[in-house]
Every structure is written in structure tokens, then in C-alpha cells.
């Protein structure tokens, strides 16, 4: 079974600095995906960034990045230059490897981070 | 525009009442999921449907039902046997085999049983 943890419930980080939210993993299978997540306090959920297990270089969106670590099973994100409007919750998720009966591709998520953007 | 509509948004329910969630997708993709989630935590999946007629079980699916009729539509039905129903519901969908894997959400429907 797949597991997510991300140990931090609640973080803050002072406007215009950069912050780290961490995302550890455990799986057994060789191919997976790792995905964050941003809910903001409307409750839609916001892609912000992915990573192929196979992907040799760390994944980049703007001010996202993701710190993956292979060998210690971690995917933390990192937000550069933090706004106001970064404040939110932040999930980190799995995806199982291919469902071959079908199309169906499922994501486990952790119990997420909430992030406080201070002025 | 493309996109997962969800409603009703907000659903207030007697005990004992059954109630139908609706998630409709305008972005042709063939896999749909509900998930639910409880104050502070994670989404849990309920259900998911990888083609028209035909859906599985998520970790929490005792006391919910859904059907997938049409590939545009996935409606969720919280039973009176669902013991806690109170709670967040989130559907999506994702492109199917081909892609990343990565979820497109509608804005969720928020549900009190009173």
C-alpha cells in the first residue's frame, strides 16, 4: 500500500521569502508520480506541479519547485519568493502505477500543510 | 470553457435522507473520481469509474453509491447508511492512461447533515 506524510501541519513564512514543505513517500513500485497540490480557504483544488519517478532533472513551474530525492523517497516542494495569496493548504500526492484493465489512475494524498504567508 | 462542474455546492440533509451529488466534465476525459474530505485532513477516494458502466471501489465507499451512464457525467449518492456524512466532497477527472495521471477538480460540494 502507498503511504504520504507530510509532517508539518501548519508552516509560516515571511512575504518574499522562500519556504519548504515536505513530502515523504513509501512505495514499493518502480513507476509513480508525485504531484502538489494548493487548496485555497474556497476548497478547489490547484495543480501546481509534477514529477515522473524516471524524470532525472527536479521539476519547475514558476516559483514551484520540487525537491526529489529518490533514494530517500522525498518530494518536497519548494516556493520561491512567497506572496500573500501562496497562503493555503498544500497536498502532496502519489500516483499508483497503470491500472492496465482500464484508464483510471489514482492518487493518494497526505494530510497536507497549511501555509501562512505573513506581510 | 472546459471543466468539472459540481452542485449542488452547499447540501444540508436530514438523518435518514438519501442525497445525489452532481459532477459533470466538458473535458472528454474517461476517467472519473469522488473523493471526500474531513477538516484538516487529506481526500480519501470514495469511488472511481474508468469507462462508461463501469466503476470501482475506493477505501471508503460503505454507505455511498454512483452510477456512470454517460462519460460526462459521474453522480455521487450518499446513503442513510453512511454513518458521518458531513463532510467535503470533491469530484474529478483525468485524461486515462495516456496521461500523467493528474486530477482536474471541480470546486467541491460541501454537505451538513443536521
Known amino acids: 500500500a502507498q503511504k504520504i506524510t507530510q509532517t508539518q501541519p501548519g508552516m509560516f513564512v515571511q512575504e518574499k521569502e522562500a519556504v519548504t514543505l515536505d513530502c515523504t513517500y513509501d512505495?514499493?513500485?518502480?513507476?509513480?508520480?508525485l504531484f502538489w497540490y494548493k487548496q485555497p480557504s474556497s476548497g478547489e483544488m490547484i495543480f501546481l506541479i509534477y514529477?515522473?519517478?524516471?524524470?532525472?532533472q527536479n521539476a519547475t513551474e514558476g516559483r514551484y519547485s520540487l525537491n526529489f530525492q529518490k533514494a530517500r523517497k522525498s518530494a518536497n516542494l519548494v516556493i520561491s519568493a512567497s506572496q500573500l495569496g501562496d497562503s493555503a493548504m498544500y497536498f502532496c500526492a502519489m500516483r499508483e502505477p497503470v491500472d492496465f484493465r482500464g484508464s483510471a489512475r489514482q492518487l493518494t494524498f497526505g494530510s497536507g500543510t497549511q501555509l501562512t504567508v505573513l506581510p | 470553457d472546459g471543466g468539472i462542474t459540481q452542485s449542488p455546492k452547499y447540501l444540508f440533509r436530514k438523518e435518514g435522507q438519501n442525497v445525489t451529488l452532481s459532477c459533470e466534465q466538458n473535458?472528454?476525459?474517461?476517467?472519473m473520481y469522488w473523493y471526500r474530505q474531513d477538516p484538516g485532513q487529506g481526500l480519501r477516494l470514495i469511488y472511481y469509474s474508468q469507462i462508461v458502466n463501469d466503476f470501482q471501489k475506493g477505501d471508503i465507499a460503505e454507505g455511498y453509491s454512483v452510477s456512470r451512464e454517460k462519460k460526462e457525467s459521474f453522480p455521487l449518492t450518499v446513503t442513510s447508511a453512511q454513518k458521518n456524512p458531513t463532510a467535503f466532497y470533491l469530484c474529478?477527472?483525468?485524461?486515462?492512461?495516456?496521461?500523467?495521471?493528474?486530477?482536474?477538480f471541480g470546486e467541491g460540494s460541501r454537505l451538513t447533515v443536521l
Open positions: 512505495t514499493s513500485d518502480q513507476s509513480y508520480g
Open positions: 474529478a477527472s483525468s485524461i486515462g492512461a495516456s496521461g500523467t495521471g493528474e486530477l482536474f
Open positions: 473535458l472528454n476525459h474517461d476517467a
Open positions: 514529477q515522473g519517478s524516471y524524470d532525472e
